[in-house]
Nanobody, 115 residues
Framework: QVQVVESGGGLVQAGGSLRLSCAAS????????MSWYRQPPGKQRELIAN???????NYADSVKGRFTISRGNAKNTVYLQMNSLKPEDTAVYYC?????????WGQGTQVTVSS
């Protein structure tokens, strides 16, 4: 069974930084695309960044220039470096991994940015 686990969330002051990690395990196949989503309190889950197996990255306008997504050396790992954090970045952050027509979700990690 494929398992996706996020880590690295926490409480940080506005202007600070956090680095989130995600690892998908339980499969010998490489994922095609790995993504970070977030869901602020009372709002819809939104895609904020993704990266393909070829290294192509995409970002939501709200995080461009502040967040960086990257793949790790280990198979099916991905990171999200978050800089210049704002209170509106407060959300549960989720990792998603896609292979062909299957996709897998992590349990989420809480990021709270205080003003």
């Amino acid at each position: 069974q494929v398992q996706v686990v996020e880590s690295g969330g926490g409480l940080v002051q506005a202007g600070g930084s956090l680095r989130l990690s995600c690892a998908a395990s339980g499969t010998i196949f490489g994922m095609d695309t790995m993504s970070w989503y977030r869901q602020p309190p009372g709002k819809q889950r939104e895609l904020i960044a993704n990266i393909t197996s070829g290294g192509t990255t995409n970002y939501a306008d709200s995080v461009k220039g502040r967040f960086t997504i990257s793949r790790g050396n280990a198979k099916n790992t991905v990171y999200l470096q978050m800089n210049s954090l704002k209170p509106e970045d407060t959300a549960v952050y989720y990792c998603n991994a896609v292979r062909r027509w299957s996709n897998y979700w992590g349990q989420g990690t809480q990021v709270t940015v205080s003003s």
